[in-house]
């Protein structure tokens, strides 16, 4: 069982809609819990960053962590065919180590 | 401020050759993380370098090796290629504290 269990999709939506993105995680060590969004041959891009449970906003971007289920969750409202990309997740444990441990991503597509 | 940069952006190598890829940290970050992307997949922790040592490894086999300079420059080296090395090779870099980890748009390696 992989540490970090994240849907593939791919995920196709209406431009506007609601899109919820999650991951799963069996590590209960895990504290720091990031998202990032990676364009097709691109580096991976800094979405949110979040410490243990709770929610997070920025803009359209919302980031939730459940650490009693080991369920992280990233909304992005009002969809712009722009959000069209990669999202990962990806979380770590040991304060400063910053080995991230990565889901597999979920592949986006919004549809004008 | 320019962020992370790896060179060379891509490259073909052959099996069984030696293969380096560099990177530039963003501008104030002391620590280098280095990640193995195979295509569809999240990305893999290599290891992390910080004060030009080795602080972190991930499950990767000793052909796989780097340094950092004292500018907090770094190398990815990998010797004996094999077809399975081929991936889009990331590089990160932080200040070391528990913060964000911003990556370099990628090394993609291809072994024929």
């Known amino acids: 069982q992989k540490e970090v269990e994240q849907d593939p999709g791919p995920l196709s939506v209406p431009e506007g809609a609601i899109v919820s993105l999650n991951c799963t995680y069996s590590n209960s060590a895990f504290q720091y819990f990031m998202w990032y969004r990676q364009y097709s041959r691109k580096g991976p891009e800094l979405l949110m960053y979040?410490?243990?449970?709770g929610n997070k906003e920025d803009g359209r971007f919302t980031a939730q962590v459940d650490k009693s289920s080991k369920y992280i969750s990233l909304f992005i409202r009002d969809s712009q065919p722009s959000d069209s990309a990669t999202y990962l997740c990806a979380m770590t444990g040991i304060q400063g180590a910053q080995k991230l441990v990565f889901g597999q991503g979920t592949r986006l597509t919004i549809n004008p | 401020d320019a962020g992370v940069t790896q060179s060379p952006t891509h490259l073909i190598k052959t099996r069984g050759q030696q293969v380096t890829l560099r990177c530039s940290p963003k501008?104030?970050?002391?620590?280098v993380s280095w990640y193995q992307q195979a295509l569809g997949q999240g990305p893999q922790f290599i290891f992390q370098y910080y004060e030009e040592e080795e602080r972190q490894r991930g499950n990767f086999p000793d052909r796989f090796s780097g340094h950092q300079f004292p500018n907090y420059s770094s190398e990815l080296n990998v010797n004996a290629l094999l077809l399975g090395d081929s991936a889009l090779y990331l590089c990160?870099?932080?200040?070391?504290?528990?913060?964000?980890?911003?990556f370099g748009e990628g090394s993609r390696l291809t072994v024929l």
């Open positions: 501008s104030g970050h002391d620590t």
């Open positions: 990160a870099s932080s200040w070391g504290g528990p913060g964000e980890l911003f």
């Open positions: 979040t410490y243990s449970s």
